[in-house]
């Protein structure tokens, strides 16, 4: 078989020595872009490393540091008789290695995707079937505002279970997800004199216009070490607050005991609400996640959570457990909205919920996330040290802190260029500017597209700092 030589000079890789990013990184990340792009074919074989090394003006080493790289990725085959082929990878794009044909990143570590691939179907599809053979003709009727009675048992007693709530069938309302149930309980509040919303800063932005559609001011209270400042919260005069107490979002700080008592306190104390968002509690990697606050005081506390971290954000499935007042209200709320959800993907979910099986597919979720995770830090630490990680080991995000000296828009575009989706804090800041950083969402990544992610934001990170 006759194979194809490449020449060092066809493949045209450029070094940048001024950016201070690792020569073997940029040589690698080169050859991985021209493989991808289908410049490189599977099958062609290298230029020798010696040559290669002769005419880029580097060490010998530095090319076989690169190619054994790409050897253990799978990219490179090396080749009894000293030669190093070309692996059949399927190429991504002709235009670039840069981006996607649909223009996205072609790694991207955008928040909110987790890995949906592992949807775990074969049940679902098991639960389905069950509920279409078993449902009375009656239950599709329109229905009762607050989901079915069937869904609100099973979640009540796995909120009880495994998250401390003190959860009553009666008082919990299925809506989707957290965005549904926290415009209607916005609206419900607004309609009840509430006025003010305090919310985490820097926290989710979605929350602030949707409050802001609601007739209500949101204000921005700092969240320290141990969740919300309680004395700022005081100060604030909100009359509601929204928590994510068991893992803040974005910064990934669990609430301290103290700082739950004093919140308990004040809402005692000025007669308040608190929201408690618990959108990702299921992953907690190195101990149990902390209970969560509405089974302290479940009068002052409108408890919401959803399916879409655990399962897929598609499904649009969410609940709340409601302090009774707000039930009757929230209940009217849903069924203007919408007439309720539908009844088949609610039964369906109370069946996979009552038989373990949601129980089954997070025990399943974990290690998965969890490698994710201890990846991306272990490779931050290693190639850019100078980010530092915030926040507990849990969820399918970590909040990242630039140092002195880089922004977010370099670093994003000089990560564009290189193919990969990194997102700021920016946004995040109720009072901005804030300090800068990155909220790394992993959920949806392989290893290997963490790590070459982690390769790449290294390399852009240097070239931000050279700008
Ligand atoms: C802080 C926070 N809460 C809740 C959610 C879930 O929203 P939903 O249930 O509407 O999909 C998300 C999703 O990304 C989130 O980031």
Redesign the pocket.
Known sequence: MTRIRTSSGELLIELQRSTGAPLHQQLESGIRARIRDGLLRAGSVMPSTRSFAEDLGLSRGVVVEAYQQLVAEGYLISRGGGYTEVAAVAAISAAGAGSMPDGEPRIDFR??RPDVSQFPRAAWLRSMRRVLNETPDRTLAYLDGRGTGELRTALADYLNRVRGTAARPEHMLVC???????RLLLKVLAAQGYRCLAVEDP??DDLRRTAAEAGLTAVGVPVLEGGIDVDALERSGADVVLV?SAHQ?PTGAVMSAETRAALVAWAARRDGLVIE?D??AEFRYDREPVGAIQGLMPDRVAY?G????TLA?GL?L?WMILPPRLVEPMSRAKLMDDRGSPVFDQLAFADFVARGEFDRHLRRMRPRYRKLRDTLMERLAVRVPELVPTGISAGLHVLVMLPEGLTESAVQAAALERGLGVYGLAPYWVNPPGPGGFVFGYGGLTVSSVIEGVDLLAEAVAVARSV
């Open positions: 928040y909110s989707h997800g957290f965005a549904q149930g926290s926290s989710d994510t979002f968002d959108y990702d919401a959803t399916a879409s971290k954000p649009r969410g």
